[in-house]
C-alpha cells in the first residue's frame, strides 16, 4: 500500500476521533461517568484507558521517529505481527471482547473531565507524529509495543494499532451515549 494514502487515512480517521470526544466536553461529569452496568466502562473510562496507552505510544513514536536514520518510502508493507494486531482492533458488529491488562483497566479510578483534555493532547501529539513519519521508512523503522519490549513492529503497524485501538473504544463510547439518549 502506499505511504502517503496510509498517512492520510489514519490522519483523518485521527480527526474525527478528535472532534467526536471535543463534543463529549458538553457533556456534564454524570453522563460521562456513567455505566450501562457495574461491569461495563463509563466514557471517562473508554477515554482514560485510551489515554494510559497514549502515555506509553506517544513517547516511543517520537523517539522512533526523531532517531530514524531511514529516509521516505513510498510503500508500506505490513508485517505478519503488525497487520494481525491492527485488524484485532478494528471495531466488529458481534466481535470478541479484548482482555485488557490490568495496568491498563481504569475501572474504579476517580475520573474527571480532565480525562478528556488529555486524550486530546495525546490526539494532537499523534496528529503531529503522523506528519512527521511522512519523511521516513514505515516499513523499517520499529517500534517497541506495550505488551512487551522484546517485541517490535513496523512503525506503520504501530500507528494502525494506536488508531485503530482509538477506533474501537470511540465506538464504545457513542454505544454508551446511545443507551443514555
Not at 494514502?5 to 456513567?34: D, P, R, W
Not at 508500506?76 to 484485532?88: N, Q, S, T, V
Not at 473531565?113 to 521508512?137: M, P, W, Y
Request: aromatic letters at 8%; proline letters at 3%; glycine letters at 4%.
Amino acid at each position: 500500500m502506499k505511504a502517503s494514502e496510509l498517512i492520510n487515512e489514519l490522519i483523518e480517521q485521527t480527526e474525527k476521533h478528535q472532534a467526536i470526544v471535543e463534543g463529549f466536553k458538553k457533556m456534564n461529569v454524570a453522563q460521562l461517568q456513567y455505566k450501562q452496568s457495574p461491569e461495563s466502562w463509563s466514557i471517562l473510562e473508554c477515554i482514560e484507558h485510551l489515554n494510559r496507552y497514549g502515555d506509553f505510544y506517544i513517547p516511543e513514536l517520537s523517539k522512533r521517529i526523531e532517531a530514524s536514520k531511514h529516509k521516505q518510502s513510498t510503500q508500506f508493507k505490513p508485517g505478519i505481527l503488525g497487520d494481525y494486531f491492527a485488524r484485532i482492533m478494528l471495531p466488529r458488529e458481534g466481535g470478541k471482547k479484548i482482555k485488557t491488562f490490568q495496568s491498563m483497566d481504569p475501572r474504579g479510578s476517580e475520573l474527571e473531565i480532565d480525562v478528556l483534555e488529555r486524550f486530546l493532547g495525546h490526539i494532537s501529539h499523534l496528529l503531529l507524529l503522523l506528519e512527521k513519519s511522512r519523511n521516513t521508512d514505515l516499513t523499517k523503522v520499529k517500534t517497541a509495543i506495550s505488551i512487551t519490549r522484546w517485541i517490535k513492529l513496523r512503525l506503520g503497524d504501530t500507528f494502525r494499532v494506536v488508531v485503530y485501538h482509538n477506533f474501537r473504544h470511540i465506538v464504545q463510547c457513542q454505544n454508551i451515549l446511545e443507551t443514555l439518549k
